[in-house]
């Protein structure tokens, strides 16, 4: 069984920064997309960035976009998400995901892998 191993979050004020880290296997790092994805209390699972596989493109939220960055580290099999600018509306449990199948990569069901998941917290 392969697994998503997460790390960091925390609390910050509004414009603070925070980097999550996704630790996965060689196999899940090298060959599947690997994504980001955040829950906030009452709400539904929202896409945040997405690494893909086939090319290593790499696409955002809208809400995100300017202020979030997700790199890899091939070395640590690793994904990282440096969030900069911290809103309050930021606020959420964040989640990594791996091997997406089909076209909407923001749809949390075509995910077969999850993380733990972290929560991040802003406030005003």
């Known amino acids: 069984q392969e697994q998503l191993v997460q790390s960091g979050g925390g609390s910050v004020q509004a414009g603070g920064s925070l980097t999550l880290s996704c630790a996965a296997s060689?196999?899940?790092?090298?060959?599947?997309?690997m994504a980001w994805f955040r829950q906030a209390p009452g709400m539904e699972r929202e896409g945040v960035a997405i690494?893909?596989?086939?090319?290593?493109?790499?696409s955002y939220a809208d809400s995100v976009k300017g202020r979030f960055t997700l790199s890899r580290d091939n070395a640590k099999t690793t994904v990282y998400l440096q969030m900069n600018s911290l809103k309050p509306e930021d606020t959420g449990v964040y989640y990594c995901a791996a091997d997406f199948l089909g076209d909407f990569w923001f749809q949390p069901e075509r995910y077969r892998y999850w993380g733990q998941g972290t929560q991040v917290t802003v406030s005003s």
């Open positions: 060689e196999y899940i790092f090298s060959r599947k997309s």
């Open positions: 690494a893909r596989a086939d090319g290593g493109s790499i």
